[in-house]
């Protein structure tokens, strides 16, 4: 069975930049799509971002342009780049795992808190 565990997260000003991290064990990554999510406060959880089993990425729009994802395959984690941070960037950020095949493989991190605030 797969963990995630996420870091990086923490407490910033509007404008500057975090990386956070998920890191696997118990599996490789290879052939699952992984995708970052955020819940704020009183709100559902909403993706983020999503990078595919082969590279491909998505962005939620409201991220666009600001957040990049990526994935290293040989050291089995995920990153999420995000510069320019604003306000409304603030939620807890939880990383996912998704089998490309089997689809009941599904695993999701701990989540960690983001705060933008000034």
């Known amino acids: 069975q797969v963990q995630l565990v996420e870091s990086g997260g923490g407490l910033v000003q509007p404008g500057e930049s975090l990386r956070l991290s998920c890191a696997a064990s118990?599996?490789?990554?290879?052939?699952?799509?992984m995708g970052w999510y955020r819940q704020a406060p009183g709100k559902q959880r909403d993706l983020v971002a999503t990078?595919?089993?082969?590279?491909?990425?998505e962005y939620a729009d409201s991220v666009k342009g600001r957040f990049t994802i990526s994935r290293d395959n040989v050291k089995n984690t995920v990153y999420l780049q995000m510069s320019n941070l604003k306000l409304e960037d603030t939620a807890v950020y939880y990383c996912?795992?998704?089998?490309?095949?089997?689809?009941?493989?599904?695993?999701w991190g701990q989540g960690i808190q983001v705060t933008v605030s000034s």
């Open positions: 996912y795992a998704g089998h490309i095949v089997f689809k009941s493989l599904k695993y």
């Open positions: 118990g599996g490789s990554l290879n052939g699952y799509h």
């Open positions: 990078v595919a089993a082969v590279g491909a990425t």
